[in-house]
Nanobody, 112 residues
Framework: VQLVESGGGLVQPGGSLRLSCAASGFAFSSSEMSWHRQAPGKGRELVAFMTSTGIVRNNEDAVKGRFTISRDNAQNMVYLQMNSLRHEDTAVYYC??????WGQGTQVPVSS
């Protein structure tokens, strides 16, 4: 199983980023995919997940309607569109498969 995130980087408060995750080595189209994050000095938390049938659940306490998870089963890709970013969104963002396999993470510092 391989999960490779990309798209992270420094962003100003109020800005947007789109994270991508390229998946391989497992049955992607039938697998639940998710994004987690870990802020400095804190534990990991679920941001959002998407089932194989397209059902989405967000951690509303964390994203408050600002983030959108999506997937492209033809390309084995999963995305996280992040809008109206805040300082508290600063974290390493991880793509996960089946809530078991993890990517290496991509850093998203939100700072002016």
């Amino acid at each position: 199983v391989q999960l490779v995130e990309s798209g992270g980087g420094l962003v100003q408060p109020g800005g947007s980023l789109r994270l991508s995750c390229a998946a391989s080595g497992f049955a992607f189209s039938s697998s639940e995919m998710s994004w987690h994050r870990q802020a400095p000095g804190k534990g990991r938390e679920l941001v959002a997940f998407m089932t194989s049938t397209g059902i989405v659940r967000n951690n509303e306490d964390a994203v408050k309607g600002r983030f959108t998870i999506s997937r492209d089963n033809a390309q084995n890709m999963v995305y996280l569109q992040m809008n109206s970013l805040r300082h508290e969104d600063t974290a390493v963002y991880y793509c996960t498969a089946l809530h078991f396999y993890w990517g290496q993470g991509t850093q998203v510092p939100v700072s002016s």
